[in-house]
Antibody, heavy 124, light 107 residues
Framework: EVILVESGGGLVQPGESLRLSCRVS????????MSWVRQVPGKGPEWVAN????????YYANSVRGRFTITRDNAKTSVFLQINRLKSEDTATYFC?????????????????WGQGSPVNVSS | DVQMTQYPSTLSASVGDRVTINCRAS??????LAWYQQKPGKAPKLLIF???TLQTGVPSRFSGSGSRTEFTLTISSLQPDDLATYYC?????????FGQGTKVEIK
């Protein structure tokens, strides 16, 4: 069974830092791109970052570039999201998601499956 | 960035009804489009990719169509379990833009 479990969220003050983790099992983690996607309640999801299989390529949404850093540890089948200088507008549930492959081509661009999410609340 | 607009924002239908959800892209995304279902308190679940390919395990009452800027998700016979919010997502650009969602309510 494919399982993604996020952790590390919580209540933080503006300006602080946070590191989210996503532990994966049930598939060959080292073969897939991974993404972080966030969602404010009542809004559509927002992709924030992704990383290729060996961590040599990373991409960020314009809205988070410079403050967010995505990394991975294939030995620990985990992907991480470091968030610095947190702002109130970063308040959301953060999901990790696998970017699927198709016919040997990766990434495809769609997300399947997703973790259960880790809520982050930035408030003083 | 490309903009993805879904309509309607909410729809109410009866069990057994045919339901159509629309998604419009501000510029062509070819057929690089996915649909997701999200139930309250849960993560999104992939239903369709490449605009019309049903993900393995998804009931055949779901179907997708369209290309370039106009896309449709159809539920051929609405079931109580289909109560959810549905999102489209483009992957023609690296920004992976999602629509704002269509909430489906059961009458």
């Amino acid at each position: 069974e494919v399982i993604l479990v996020e952790s590390g969220g919580g209540l933080v003050q503006p300006g602080e830092s946070l590191r989210l983790s996503c532990r994966v099992s049930g598939f060959p983690f080292e073969n897939f791109w991974m993404s972080w996607v966030r969602q404010v309640p009542g809004k559509g999801p927002e992709w924030v970052a992704n990383i290729n299989q060996d961590g040599s390529e990373v991409y960020y949404a314009n809205s988070v570039r410079g403050r967010f850093t995505i990394t991975r540890d294939n030995a620990k089948t985990s992907v991480f999201l470091q968030i610095n200088r947190l702002k109130s507008e970063d308040t959301a549930t953060y999901f990790c998601a696998r970017e699927d492959c198709s016919g040997g081509s990766c990434p495809t661009g769609w997300f399947d499956p997703w973790g259960q999410g880790s809520p982050v609340n930035v408030s003083s | 960035d490309v903009q993805m607009t879904q309509y309607p924002s909410t729809l109410s239908a009866s069990v057994g009804d045919r339901v159509t959800i629309n998604c419009r892209a501000s510029e062509s995304v070819s057929t690089w489009l996915a649909w997701y279902q999200q139930k309250p308190g849960k993560a999104p679940k992939l239903l369709i990719f490449d605009a019309s390919t049903l993900q393995t395990g998804v009931p055949s009452r779901f179907s997708g169509s369209g290309s370039r800027t106009e896309f449709t998700l159809t539920i051929s016979s609405l079931q109580p379990d289909d109560l959810a919010t549905y999102y489209c997502q483009e992957y023609d650009t690296h920004s992976h833009i999602f629509g704002q969602g269509t909430k489906v309510e059961i009458k």
